[in-house]
Structure formats: C-alpha cells, structure tokens
C-alpha cells in the first residue's frame, strides 16, 4: 500500500481523491496539506488522514511515502525540490512548471537523487485517445493529411470569489494554452508525433486575466502533417464540441465532447460514421487510472506510461506560442 499525501486541497484534490477511490486501491490517504488548515481538515475528515497547514510541518511529520502537488505552478519548483530532500515519491500536477529553466532543474534532480517523479497528466489515459492512435497505426483512415484540436473551458465566474492565482502569468506560467490547453496538446503528441514548430496568435478577453483566454495556433508535426489547436476560456453558450478530429487519406476519426460524447470513424466502409467507444467513461477515469499507474510504478518499479520527461513537450509547445505571438513568425519546440 502506498500512503500518500494530498497537498493541496482545492477543486482537483476533489478529483484526485474521486479518482483513487475508485481506480487505485494500492493508494491510502494518510495526510492532507493545504495552507487552509480548515479545507485540509475537511478532506482529512473524508479520508481519516492528517491534516498540514504546510508542507514543510508534513514533511517533517507526517506519516507518508508518497506526495500529490497539486498546487500554482510558480511552487512547484520549490515543493519538488523539499519532497525530493525528504525521499518522498512525487506525483506532479500539470504542467511540470511555469518556465522551461524551472521544468529542467526539477528533472535533474529527480535524476540525480533517483527519485519517483510522474508527471499527472490525464490525457495520456484517456481511453478514446489511446484507441484514436492504434487505429490510425492500424492504417484504418490512411495517412494523416491534418487534424484539429479544440479546448472549451466554461467560465465560472462568481463576483465574490478572489482573483484566481491562474489569472497571473507569473504564477501561472501564461494563460489557457500553458495550463488547461497542455490536456489537448498532449493527445495531439500521442496521436501525431512531436511537435516541430508553431504559429499562433492569442487574445486576452477576461477581466483580470493576464494571459490569454483564447489561442489559435497552427502546429507543424516532425512528419510535416500541420494541425490546428484552439482553446477558449468563456462563459458563451456552446453547440457540440469535438475535441479532436483526425483527417486521413482513407477518412476521418473525431473524438466528441459532452455526456454522448463517442469516438467515430468515417470510412468508405461507413460513410456515415461508425461509433467505436463511449468518450466519455475513460475520460472521467483517468484521473484514477494516472494515480493507480504512479503508485504501481512506486510500489512495484512498473514502467510509467509517459515518463516525465515527455511532459516538456506540452510546456515547451504553449512556451513557442507565446514566442509566436511576439515575434508574428513560426518558432521553434525544442530549440
């Protein structure tokens, strides 16, 4: 069994913790941190754990093996590092950090001090998408010809609330590409390879925003397939979403949004569409599934499903975004 600590108790730890109940049983809750001591009690009450007011008195107190950051990117640095020191296994809430220095010396010293490190990123358990990348290599809808990617975010907006930390590009990193959009970014890389290059133009349309609530962008593929990736924050009615669309010489896959969202494949064997799997089960799993591979690969030394180094990828494609958008030209990934 492997006892872990929540640190941060806000509306993800609700999901991570609905997770674990439901698809990690190696994993026991023995500790709750959050600098609201009455918010990690009240999930400490929910799981007989713990309860910090920080992570500093957790690590020097409490009764685990294993942490779950889930907290503002700017701290992520930071927090590693002191659970790194402590020998703790660290379960890393996405992005890995804020900028691309901070990211890499996270990395070295999980390197050099052979530390447990995983990236959480859920879209790489996302059932449709995993099915979506063995079907194009099973050549059903031929080579790929183009895609497309599209991240709505509902705006919640309730006048009473503080501004939220997502809000500063210094904590945050940027704006939806860098934090909510990496969730589609990733499944492009799943599906399509790594990402070469980037063109892409942004716009900041919430008040109080610093970075940018909408991004458009073109991606240019290693293989030269070119794709496009949009992400809008906004509280505006929205019709159907797709989240992804896949276009081939032989057809077409498209992975569908919402409560009846499907993946379906277009062929000439089905020219109106052939539905494969429900979206939206492995979608709400993969929170569980994430947490149950992490403590597998602590407990048991099993193989990550995405080792944390391949979480760059997101970090540094929304970093060459933004490069994208000051200099009005195509940039560089990995340079």
């Known amino acids: 069994m492997l006892k872990m600590a929540l640190v941060g108790c806000g509306l993800i730890a609700r999901a991570h913790l609905?997770?674990?109940?439901n698809h990690a049983p190696d994993v026991k809750i023995t500790a709750t941190v959050d600098s609201d001591l009455q918010r990690a009690r009240s999930m400490a009450e929910e799981t007989g754990a713990e309860a910090f007011d920080s992570l500093e008195t957790a690590l020097s107190e409490g009764d685990f093996d294993a942490?779950?950051?889930?907290?503002?990117?700017d701290v992520h640095e930071n927090a590693c590092m002191a659970c790194f020191e402590a020998g703790k296994a660290v379960l890393l809430e996405k992005p890995i950090a804020n900028t691309l220095a901070s990211a890499e010396r996270i990395l070295a010293v999980a390197r050099e001090s052979n530390a447990k490190l995983m990236v959480a990123e859920q879209a790489q358990y996302w059932t449709d998408v995993i099915k979506c990348r063995e079907l194009i290599d099973n050549g059903v809808i031929g080579d790929i010809l183009t895609a497309r990617a599209y991240f709505f975010d509902r705006l919640v907006v309730d006048p009473n609330d503080p501004i939220p930390w997502r809000y500063s590009i210094k904590r945050s990193?940027?704006?939806?590409?860098?934090?909510?959009?990496?969730?589609?970014?990733?499944?492009?890389?799943m599906m399509l390879g790594e990402i070469e290059s980037?063109?892409?133009?942004?716009e900041s349309l919430i008040e109080n925003m610093e970075g940018e609530s909408l991004a458009h962008a073109i991606f240019r593929f290693e293989s030269g397939v070119l794709a496009s990736f949009q992400a809008l924050k906004s509280d505006a009615i929205s019709g159907p979403i797709e989240d992804f669309r896949i276009t081939g010489t032989k057809g077409e896959l498209i992975t569908e949004?919402?409560?009846?969202g499907r993946l379906m494949a277009y062929t000439s064997e089905h020219p109106k569409g052939q539905e494969i799997m429900s979206s939206v089960a492995g979608k709400a799993a993969s929170y569980g599934v994430e947490i149950d591979d992490f403590a597998k690969h602590v407990l048991h030394g099993r193989e990550l499903a995405a080792e944390p180094e391949y979480a760059l990828g997101e970090l540094r494609t929304a970093l060459a975004m933004y490069r994208s958008v000051e200099s009005g030209t195509w940039e560089k990934v990995w340079a």
Do not use: C, E, K, Q
């Open 18 to 21: 609905h997770g674990i109940r």
């Open 67 to 73: 942490v779950d950051l889930m907290l503002p990117h």
């Open 173 to 189: 990193g940027g704006g939806i590409s860098i934090d909510g959009g990496a969730h589609w970014i990733r499944p492009m890389r």
């Open 198 to 202: 980037v063109f892409a133009a942004t």
């Open 257 to 260: 949004r919402g409560r009846n």
